[in-house]
């Protein structure tokens, strides 16, 4: 089991209960599937009540990118999210997600790289950093959380 992938895992975990999103499971041991291969899962689900289609996307793309930016400041080297092989499933993930934000391919792009950035930023605040930390210890003890178990963590940080 990699402490990277915890971390990437607990970006996505983190990023999206902070967003707003109900977190269903996070795991570093996922079922292989006929689905492609991957080292972790996260599984979230966003409330549907009529909201905003626009913060909805856009919310999307930051919890896809909070992985690899976890993965960044873990490792502490500035990696381009869409330059990496192994989080080439999340940056399709943002790309798509982002797509009618901005349908224009380089602004697109230049708007992940924006995203990409607020996301680090967020991430590193130590308290953030604390929680998300807090998740991956948890992760790394038991493998794979529910979501309640993800939520009481960040909680119990963030109040």
Known sequence: MDDTTAYH??????????????????????????????????????????????????????????????????????????????????????????????PHEPTRLAFLEQATGEMYRLLKRDENWAALAAIVDELLAHETLEGDDVHDIVRSWLG
Not at 35 to 51: F, K, L, M, Y
Not at 52 to 75: C, F, H, N, W
Request: include cysteine; glycine fraction near 10%.
């Open 9 to 102: 895992e607990a970006g996505h975990a983190f990023a999206a209960v902070r967003l707003g999103a109900r977190v269903r499971l996070v795991t570093i041991t996922p079922d292989f599937d006929d689905g492609p291969r991957r080292d972790g899962d996260t599984q979230i689900e966003w409330e549907c009540s009529g909201g905003d289609s626009k913060e909805l996307r856009q919310k999307s793309t930051l919890v896809a990118l909070a992985g690899p930016v976890a993965e960044m400041i873990y490792s502490g080297e500035p990696y381009h999210p869409g330059f990496v092989p192994e989080w080439s499933s999340d940056w399709k993930l943002a790309w798509d997600a982002s797509a009618t934000l901005h």
